[in-house]
């Protein structure tokens, strides 16, 4: 997948209102969600217990932490789009996160984005795009948010 390139705020503006892009899939593994809980210290047994998962588990297997299938969302974007001639990006915020479908372990997961809005505020450019992590061969999708970045374009 090639992603779209964009090099300037006035080619950035000219998406608002559009989708920008859905990326390929990529597989959650249980080493993910077990790496995943080591570096944040959340080891509950729901993420990292496959054998008590399989028994008491209403989803019967493990599912990956709800911020693990956040945390893909940069190399997802990756694969959607490239800000070019930017001297800095910067991950502002997320307004309106809802985590709708757990992500049970071996799910695949891929990022659609839409560009909600961009304005620019006295040379930085703040982006807000509507995005939904969707997961293969399910109906509802993992996650749904805005998420804001800040780029500083190259004059």
Do not use: C
Not at 6 to 25: A, D, M
């Amino acid at each position: 997948m090639t992603p779209l390139i964009i090099n300037s705020f006035e080619e950035y503006k000219s998406y608002e209102g559009k989708e920008l892009g859905t990326s390929n899939y990529l597989k959650i593994t249980q080493d993910q969600i077990n790496k995943f809980a080591d570096a944040t210290l959340d080891h509950q047994w729901i993420h990292i217990d496959q054998e008590k998962a399989k028994k008491e588990s209403p989803f019967k297997n493990t599912i990956a932490h709800g911020y693990l299938t956040l945390s893909v969302l940069p190399y997802l974007w990756g694969e959607i789009v490239e800000v070019r001639n930017n001297k800095m990006m910067v991950n502002y915020g997320i307004e309106n996160l809802k985590f709708i479908n757990p992500v049970l372990v071996d799910s695949e997961l891929r990022l659609n984005a839409k560009l909600k809005s961009i304005v620019n505020l006295r040379g930085t450019s703040k982006a807000v795009l509507s995005i939904s992590i969707e997961i293969k061969g399910q109906r509802k999708p993992a996650l749904q948010a805005d998420i804001v970045f800040l780029y500083h374009f190259i004059d």
